[in-house]
């Protein structure tokens, strides 16, 4: 995925109200940006960070540009969470992600389960359907460990209990991670920060959700889908398995 503009770097000033951070460009110019992410961004949003922001499409838009990266450790770090689903998509034309692969149809936002919309439903004939819950990743806390989710999400956990309800019903039910970093080379939960969450993920992979992360090439002019990242968790041994 090519941004379709060059970013502008900046120095974060404050995020607040989730969805908005005061910038200072690097001519001096301050300015209010878009925030796509509504989780805690642990360790990505401290004053004095450097980020890259993407100017806006229209320019009658309220804000001129979205916060896209953050630079923490060292590298780049992707913050929309807006962005995976898309990723996902480029990844399959390119067939990048074979455990997805052999699909013909590609629906997105397909309502099912109570009242929820899957993120993305594969669909081939005389053969189940593959429901695809995808989650973006950022949070690192110990070197190349990535870590889900950053913040309590009762979201998160529904989804996870509807993919165990669609396996029931004989479809496949797929959960992926998609980490927006260039330095993880492993995946766990934060069950720390979401215990609910994790016992959703526990009930998941004993029910047949298949479990996928990938990472991501993440620099100023792209991000793209990279490589399959193993997951470090107690059922992650019985999920490779399957």
């Known amino acids: 995925m090519d941004f379709h503009a060059p970013l502008e770097l900046a120095r974060l000033e404050r995020r607040y109200k989730r969805f908005l951070a005061d910038v200072t460009l690097a001519d001096g110019r301050a300015l209010t940006a878009h925030c796509a992410?509504?989780?805690?961004?642990?360790?990505?949003?401290?004053?004095?960070?450097?980020?890259?922001l993407l100017p806006a499409k229209n320019p009658k838009s309220k804000l001129s540009h979205s916060w896209e990266l953050c630079h923490a450790d060292?590298?780049?770090?992707?913050?929309?969470?807006?962005?995976?689903?898309?990723?996902v998509e480029e990844a399959l034309q390119a067939d990048i992600i074979p455990e997805l692969s052999g699909y013909s149809l590609h629906r997105?936002?397909?309502?099912?389960?109570?009242?929820?919309?899957?993120?993305?439903?594969?669909?081939?004939?005389?053969?189940?359907?593959?429901?695809?819950?995808?989650?973006?990743?950022?949070?690192?806390?110990?070197?190349?460990?990535?870590?889900?989710?950053?913040?309590?999400?009762?979201?998160?956990?529904?989804?996870?209990?509807?993919?165990?309800?669609?396996?029931?019903?004989?479809?496949?039910?797929?959960?992926?991670?998609?980490?927006q970093r260039n330095d993880c080379k492993s995946l766990t939960l934060a069950s720390d920060l979401d215990p609910n969450y994790a016992r959703a993920f526990d009930r998941a992979c004993t029910a047949g959700v298949e479990i996928l992360c990938y990472t991501c090439s993440v620099s100023t002019t792209d991000i793209t889908i990279d490589r399959r990242l193993p997951l470090e968790w107690q059922n992650a041994e019985k999920d490779e398995k399957r």
């Open 108 to 179: 997105r936002e397909v309502k099912y389960g109570e009242n929820s919309r899957i993120d993305l439903l594969l669909e081939e004939p005389e053969q189940p359907a593959c429901y695809v819950e995808i989650k973006n990743v950022h949070l690192m806390r110990k070197p190349g460990l990535a870590e889900f989710p950053d913040s309590v999400t009762a979201r998160g956990a529904r989804h996870l209990d509807e993919l165990t309800a669609m396996v029931g019903l004989g479809h496949r039910a797929v959960m992926l991670f998609v980490v």
């Open 74 to 87: 060292g590298d780049w770090v992707g913050i929309n969470t807006g962005r995976p689903n898309r990723l």
């Open 37 to 52: 992410n509504p989780g805690a961004m642990i360790g990505l949003a401290e004053p004095g960070m450097q980020v890259g």
